[in-house]
Structure formats: C-alpha cells, structure tokens
C-alpha cells in the first residue's frame, strides 16, 4: 500500500500560496521644484492672484548742442500670477477591512505617502506643462525674440536633431541669457535618438563625444554624463503633449504635423537661480486630515494642496516639440 502522495493527499497541499510582500508600482524621479522660483510665504501672504510689475529699458537719442534733451519714460508692464490649482487625494479602508485582511496594516500605512506622490507627480506635469502654455499660445507659433525663435519642431522631420541643441542655445544667447547652468528636459525617445545617433556613435569621426557614448547618455541617474552643447540633459514622463498640425521646424520653412501623433515639448534654459524661468507658490502645501467615519465604520485619510504656477521668463525658454517613435 503506497503512502502519502500528491494523488490522495490533494487536501494536505496549498495550490495557492499568498506572499508576505507587497508589489509596488514603479516610480520615477521629479525633478521640476529643482528649477522652480518658488515664492516665500510672507511674498504673497493671502489673496490669489500677485502681481509683479516690470520695466523696460532706457532708449538712446542723439543730442544737438544747445537744445533740450529728450526724456521719455520707461516702458512698464505687469505679471499677474495666480493660485489656481486646489487639489485632493483621498483614500479609505473600512473596519470590515481591517479586520479581514492580512494586509491592511500594510496597506494603511501607504496610503499617506502615496497621497503626497500624487499631488506632485500633478505639480511635475504642471509646471512642465505651462512653457508650452505661453510659447504655444498661438497655433504653429514660434514665438520669436530677438529673431530667434523659442518653439519649433525638431529638424529631423520632427525628430530631435544635435542642431536643435546648438540652437536652443543661440536663441536664448539672443534673449541676453547667460550660456551658465544650462539644462535640457527631453522625452525618453529624445534620449534614444541621442543614444543611436550615428555621429555620436562613431568615436573616431568624434572624438569629442567619447565621454558620452564610453559612458552612456543615461547612466548617471536621470542626468547625461556629458552634456550637449552646453546643456546637462534630463529625462522625464511628464512633458506635455503638442498637437499641432504645421509648426515650424528651426529653418522656419519646414513644418512637422503632430495633429495625429502628439509631439512632446522638451525644455531648454538656464538654470540659474536668479533667472529661473518657471514661478510656483503653494497657498497650501500638501497636508493630511484623517477621520474616522462612524456611520460607514470607516477610516478616511486626505491629503489636499493649493499651488499656483506659470512661466515667468519666456525669454529663458526654449521648446523643442520632438516626436516619440523610436526605430
């Protein structure tokens, strides 16, 4: 007579066995309060929307001995910046719950944490997202200054060029930027088209590029191990989508439609502190109440935020609307 076997044992076996981990999503790094100028508390104390005004500068006439002088006033104008955003996240578990799962302890202990991840993974598409805002006002606009153009589409048929890079920084070099601190936030496929570009793959047509392609562009965390014609480049999710159907590629001539395939505005501009080109002020910095819902038996957990934010410095702003496809 046989022993114990799995034919006759069924009732001694777990054919599902419940791990004592937890699966998280993946996260990635937010980077944009870094190249934020945010406003101090006792800046803008109450009230919702600040201003700050500005003024222009002086003009140059030519002067003929022994008559008047010209005076002539400066020119003024005004930024209004305004807390527009009023957020929240809220999540629950029912005593019920509480009781039964083996996991809501755990569970629970997330839900904070989690709260706070989703307001600023919203402040992150935000802030990314208000250049586009202003520069792309205008349908296929290129938003000149200076005469250079500030938004474009890449020069490779909409795809990222190594000559988009030299010139986003010929145009903020005309918008009387300094070549200091420069950064550029692109699309991952940005980065892949940098990665497989054939110039740069070639060491010996480039030897200046050595150090990027010894290394790998994304190697270093979220930060290229060389730069880019001056701009230490940064990846990111959080881009905002342009779906214009003929902007302009730098050469002002030749259009890119991305009215059937979102392009991304990837950023480039200075990032030094006193010229930062995006604004924020947080009325409400997120903060968390927590009840206890006796009529549902529940537990409640909500975090909510206040924020507003806008671009400040057009000038410092460069868009490079690129498309996503990788081949």
């Keep these: 007579m046989s022993g114990n076997t799995t034919a006759n044992s069924a009732n001694l076996i777990r054919t599902n066995v419940w791990s004592q981990q937890l699966k998280d999503t993946l996260r990635d790094e937010l980077m944009a309060q870094m190249w934020v100028e945010n406003m101090f508390e006792g800046e803008f104390p109450d009230g919702t929307t600040f201003n700050i005004p500005s ?65 600023m993974e919203h402040f992150e598409a935000t802030a990314l997202s208000k250049p586009e805002a202003i520069l792309g006002a205008s349908a296929n606009g290129q938003y000149a200054i200076n005469g250079a153009y500030h938004r ?119 990032a030094e502190q006193s010229i930062l080109p995006i604004i924020a002020a947080w009325r409400q910095e997120p903060e968390v109440d927590y009840e206890y819902e006796q009529d549902k038996q529940m537990h409640k957990w909500l975090t909510t935020a206040r924020y507003g934010v806008k671009l400040y410095r057009p000038e410092n702003m460069v868009s490079v609307v690129t498309t996503t496809a990788v081949s």
Excluded at 87 to 114: C, H, I, N
Excluded at 161 to 184: C, G, R
């Design 152 to 270: 474009m589409a890449g020069g490779n048929s909409g795809a990222i060029e190594i000559a988009d890079f030299a010139y986003a920084l010929h145009a903020l070099k005309k918008a009387n930027v300094p070549a200091t601190n420069l950064v550029a936030i692109v699309d991952p496929s940005v980065e892949y088209t940098l990665n497989t570009t054939s110039n740069l793959v070639s060491l010996s047509d480039n030897p200046r590029w050595e150090g990027i392609i010894a290394d790998g562009i994304g190697s270093s965390g979220m930060r290229f191990v060389k730069n880019v014609f001056g701009f230490d480049v940064y990846t990111s999710n959080y881009l905002p989508d342009v779906t214009d159907s003929a902007l302009p590629e730098r050469d002002g001539s030749t259009t890119k439609d991305y009215s059937s395939t979102a392009g991304k505005s990837c950023l480039f501009f200075s």
């Design 55 to 119: 003024t222009g500068d002086a003009s140059v006439d030519d002067y003929v001995e022994g008559t008047d002088a010209v005076y002539r006033p400066l020119a003024t104008g005004n930024f209004t910046f305004t807390i527009s955003e009023y957020l929240s996240s809220g999540l629950s578990m029912t005593k019920k719950m509480m009781q039964d799962s083996w996991y809501a302890e755990r569970v629970m202990s997330e839900f904070v944490p989690k709260e706070a991840r989703a307001i």
